[in-house]
């Protein structure tokens, strides 16, 4: 069992946003109905589980997704072993949206299937996506990744296994320099994932 985490930054933030993001989520294998039980789990704000859980309609789950009334709501994902995946959506201090995934205590393969499914639905919006971090052992968890990749500003202690930044925020952002790094518009990919030239 591994501890880590995805998150991702986007822009323009919407309800439509959100159905399209949880969507493709579940056509990539990460479902918001429980496998067993079908239930949809909204989490009590800012807490992670075992917290007060709320079971939800898609509808309203899509609908306080779009975070327009609220500024953060935490749910439950599900992989087809029946792991959960904590999500958090929430708007930083600048406005950007970002998207937060635990992969605490998932096998390597949930955890595997987490990450490519998580990877598939924000590369969809990737127009909309400034960033994104993956660390599946989460040594990097205590990092401000939003001033890192939002603003650039921010310094990490620990490598995660990937870092996807844009082009300006790499530019500016002293540990990136000279670091080998990848191209795969609009961001560039740091990390240990990056391949081989």
Known sequence: ????????????WS??????LLGDLGAAGLRLDHPATGRITLVSPGS?????????????LVTVAGLQRLDEISFLLWVRSGAEVY???RRTRGGVVALEFGLHGLSRDDQELAVRAIREAIGRASVLCIGFVVDREGASEATDWDG?????????????DTLAVRHEVAAMQPQLSG???????????????????
């Open 148 to 160: 890192v990749i939002v603003n650039g500003t921010t310094l990490f202690d620990s490598w995660p």
């Open 15 to 20: 309800r439509l946003d959100a159905e399209s």
């Open 48 to 60: 992670e589980p075992p917290a007060t859980q709320a079971r939800v309609t898609w509808e309203q």
């Open 179 to 197: 670091v080998a790094s990848f191209e795969q518009s609009p961001w560039m990919l740091f990390g240990s994932e990056v391949p081989s030239r």
């Open 1 to 12: 069992m591994k501890d880590g985490f995805f998150h991702s930054y986007h822009l323009g």
């Open 87 to 89: 999500a958090r959506i």
